[in-house]
């Protein structure tokens, strides 16, 4: 699975968006890019996932650049809720089994 | 749909001892994965489960293995505890393996401490 990198922290404030940014620049034609996000001393928790075309659910949109090589989660209303690490991972399509390799991920803090 | 269970929630040990925790899947997912994290090492994979055959594993010593139950239930044991397995260990679900796999369901996780 190709390798991702992300900033290490970032601050953002209730009520605004908070874009998430995170460079897959080796990523392959059949890997996938999936945000996770793990509420501390919780699970992780699975938000969003998409292979070229943007995608929006209830939680976020993701936006992935035309080359692939990078994305962006969009939390359009950050809460207070919403501080969290958030984990990029990228993850072959039609791959052997389930395993999701995480590497640091952004703390994210919301601040009022 | 009840989600990921995992118990206990909270376990003290100590060196040498060995310890299982138990997992139970979200009712119709197959598929049970093991994780370890740790501040210093992040989350990693520690092997996953299908239809009670292990189909992947990461890079961790035998000391600690699993097996999946009829039921999709699972249960991981580790041995001989040293200090360094001191860490919260999740347990995620998913419907099916491999290709549509990657939305995962964790679990709270155990929180092991060894002394």
């Known amino acids: 699975d190709a390798k991702t990198t992300q900033p290490t922290s970032m601050d953002c404030a209730e009520g605004r968006a908070a874009n998430l940014p995170c460079n897959h620049s080796?990523?392959?034609?059949?890997?996938?890019v999936y945000w996770y996000r793990q509420i501390h001393s919780q699970g992780p928790q699975y938000i969003i996932h998409?292979?070229?075309n943007n995608e929006t659910n209830e939680m976020a949109s993701l936006i992935i650049t035309e080359d692939r090589k990078s994305s962006t989660l969009i939390l359009p209303h950050a809460t207070l809720r919403d501080t969290a690490v958030y984990y990029c991972?990228?993850?072959?399509?039609?791959?052997?089994?389930?395993?999701?390799?995480f590497g640091g991920g952004t703390r994210v803090l919301v601040k009022p | 749909k009840a989600g990921v269970t995992q118990t206990p929630r909270y376990l003290i040990k100590t060196r040498g001892q060995q310890v299982t925790l138990s997992c139970s899947p979200i009712?119709?997912?197959?598929?049970v994965s093991w994780y370890q994290q740790t501040p210093g090492q992040g989350l990693q994979f520690l092997f996953e489960?299908?239809?009670?055959?292990?189909?992947n594993k990461g890079n961790f010593p035998g000391r600690f293995s699993g097996r999946q139950f009829s039921n999709s239930r699972s249960e991981m044991n580790v041995s001989t505890l040293e200090l360094g397995d001191s860490a919260l260990y999740l347990c995620?679900?998913?419907?099916?393996?491999?290709?549509?796999?990657?939305?995962?369901?964790f679990g709270p996780g155990t929180r092991l401490t060894v002394l």
């Open positions: 489960y299908f239809s009670e055959t292990q189909r």
């Open positions: 995620a679900s998913s419907p099916s393996s491999g290709t549509g796999g990657g939305e995962q369901f």
């Open positions: 009712s119709g997912h197959r598929s």
């Open positions: 991972i990228v993850r072959v399509a039609e791959a052997a089994g389930n395993k999701l390799t």
């Open positions: 998409g292979l070229k």
């Open positions: 080796t990523i392959s034609g059949n890997e996938y």
